[in-house]
């Protein structure tokens, strides 16, 4: 796999890869749905589907102040290429974009956007979906949720509900 494009990790710097009808991205920067569906739009797609993931005010019955992202970069960009990849072939897809925010992510902004093309709805509907629990499941990306106060905050793997451990201010 060539790697056309490759930056440090560093804010208004992301590491990225675009090759083939792919593209995927780490970055500090706030996300732009706009951009991202831009980078899978085409004249022989009938279908964007956008996956827009947002930090909610809570986890539980626990509010949350924020989350914030880590990432081993190099692996979790040559894990996202490698699910892009799978799912524009398996359902036959013009193109996939995914980009995970590193960092602080403040309630109601978008730490994660995810979007597929396709010549019919059905087959971008369903990549959206799987892309979004593959890149969950298996991307190198690790979440502090923010509790504040004296409840502290959790790390976690990426994926929701998953058990994390506790640390402390």
Known sequence: ??????????????????????????????????????KVRSPKAGAIVLFAGT??????????VHLAY???????????????HEIKTKHGLNSVA?????????????SILIAV???HRQAAWRAGEEALELTKE???????????????????ANRDGQAGAKISQ
Do not use: C
């Not at 208004?12 to 780490?26: M, Q, R, S, Y």
């Not at 298996?138 to 976690?156: D, I, M, Q, S, T």
């Open 1 to 38: 796999m060539s790697q056309s494009t490759a930056e440090t990790t560093q804010a208004t710097k992301p590491t990225e890869l675009t090759e083939d009808g792919i593209f995927v991205a780490l970055t500090h920067d706030t996300l732009d749905a706009i951009t991202i569906m831009n």
């Open 70 to 84: 880590e990432a081993y970069a190099p692996l979790a960009i040559r894990t996202m290429a490698k699910i892009a």
């Open 117 to 119: 093309s396709s010549p």
């Open 98 to 110: 995914m980009i995970h925010r590193l960092g602080v992510v403040p309630i109601a902004e978008e």
């Open 55 to 64: 930090t909610r005010d809570n986890f539980g019955d626990k509010p949350v």
């Open 138 to 156: 298996k991307v190198e990306v690790w979440k502090l949720e923010e509790f504040g106060g004296e409840e502290g905050g959790v790390w976690r």
